[in-house]
């Protein structure tokens, strides 16, 4: 009888949570601040002041929902991050300055666990982590001068030819694997739509940065000049998410 009732409880769990599966489509936005972190370039000082730089990642996701509450997803999207620097030397004034910056651009590919609550409330909690996959498109340095003696050098990153070689120096790693963390709430438009305002919080996991960064990018370094030396760099990102979801179950 124990086997019997069990089994039954079983089968009409499994009935609710095969009625409860769908498809889910996120199509979203992330404005946010970005850093580039690394030990040189904080011991630079006060010739290479880290500032506050605007990012934004976004794109599509596809998942499939196992539960009301569980699920996976994947999709593709664009990452732009960088970082703003700019001298800070003492009794110099803010207009004789040298502003400088660093812009990658990546094509993203997440995978992310999404936990979501009730999803007849009208609002409720929902949360997405994993990992995210960065292929670069793009990386770009510039010199802007101050602003009593503008500039606009710009280095393409990618296109630095080595010493004695037409081979292309790696400043950049073509592959970073990062880490995606989102927290927030849903709010429900109806049992198929809702839209997403989620803290998020992102940070590469493997080095952006190339193995001729030390030699060619004329970043800063530790080390000697003939043994130059430059440690691991971290691309960072925090913003909100905002995405409109729609969901199609079936049974």
Known sequence: MKNLTFLAFALCL????FAQKGLEITAGFTPGVSFILNDEDFAEGQSLN???TFAYQGGLTLG????EAIGLATGIGVAALGQNYTTDFDNIANDDQIKYDRKLTYVRVPLLLRVGG?????TSAFFRFGPH???LSGAIGRNYGSANNPADNSTNYRDITKLLS???AEIYNGFVLGMTLEVGGKIRISDQMGVLLMFHLESSLTNPEGQDAAVYSGFPTSGTLLDPERGTAWNM???LNVSFLYTLTFN
């Not at 499994?14 to 949570?17: A, L, V």
């Not at 009730?118 to 009208?122: C, E, F, H, I, S």
């Open 14 to 17: 499994t009935g609710t949570i």
């Open 50 to 52: 880290i500032q506050a």
């Open 64 to 67: 499939y929902n196992f539960s």
């Open 118 to 122: 009730d999803p007849t409330a009208a």
């Open 133 to 135: 996959f960065d292929f």
């Open 166 to 168: 037409s081979e292309k």
């Open 237 to 239: 990102m925090a913003g």
